[in-house]
């Protein structure tokens, strides 16, 4: 089946060190999406790509780094300049231009906590 | 200034009864989407209903509906007959433009707890 997978599911990080989330997806879609949530808050994109070897910066950039150097993958790096990491992170991939009533489609999502 | 906007943090409702959760959007492109989706305490995000800003007609999915008022940029999703698997945060969602990969805006949410 088709689908976005998000690994690991729970992610615990020590302060000062980066760590890498991952997300795949085999559903050939071009865009993929990596926002974050706090409670309170929704959601927040990070960063987007819609095209391989390239992506641009949400809202909440800092901190954070991303490469897509194959369509399928698009992991997201929490470096250690990112002050408050502890969040719910949602990777999320869509298609271009086809019938407008699509939307994205989630993976099932990552929880970091800072310990 | 905020695209969406939700007012009601959490909401209750009698199981069977109907419940309307609110949402305001702001754009300025003629073209958009709105979109509500629902994610329960798993975390994950399911895509509930669509409504296109030209589409002339409420949408409807099964026991929910889209009530559209566009002069007033409202977009409020009406459950019908509440279960107690509708229990969850619910998230208003729009998408301005025709490209699909356009990146979506969200709301902060609604929680809503059905009560047997």
């Not at chain 1, 502890?86 to 099932?108: D, H, K, M, P, V």
């Not at chain 2, 007609?57 to 509440?82: C, D, H, M, P």
């Amino acid at each position: 089946d088709g689908g976005i997978t998000q690994s690991p599911k729970y992610l615990f990080r020590k302060e000062g060190q980066n760590v890498t989330l991952s997300c795949e997806q085999n559903l050939n879609h071009d865009a993929m999406y990596w926002y974050r949530q706090d409670p309170g808050q929704g959601l927040r994109l990070i960063y987007y790509s819609q095209i391989v070897n390239d992506f641009q910066k949400g809202d909440i950039a800092e901190g954070y780094s991303v490469s897509r150097e194959k369509k399928e993958s698009f992991p997201l790096t929490v470096t250690s300049a990112q002050k408050n990491p502890t969040a719910f992170y949602l990777c999320a991939s869509a298609r271009l231009y086809i019938q407008s009533n699509y939307g994205y489609t989630f993976g099932s999502g990552t929880r970091l906590t800072v310990v | 200034a905020q695209k969406i906007t939700q007012t009601q943090p959490g909401m209750f409702v009698q199981e069977k009864e109907a419940v309307t959760l609110d949402c305001t959007y702001d754009t300025s492109d003629p073209s958009y989407g709105l979109f509500w989706y629902k994610q329960p305490s798993s975390g994950e995000m399911i895509f509930l209903i669509y409504q296109g800003s030209y589409d002339q007609q409420n949408a409807t999915e099964g026991r929910y509906s889209l009530n559209f008022q566009k002069a007033r940029k409202s977009a409020n999703l009406v459950i019908s007959a509440s279960q107690l698997g509708d229990s969850a945060m619910y998230f208003c969602a729009m998408r301005e433009g025709q490209n699909t990969g356009n990146q979506f805006y969200f709301g902060t949410g609604t929680s809503l707890t059905v009560i047997p």
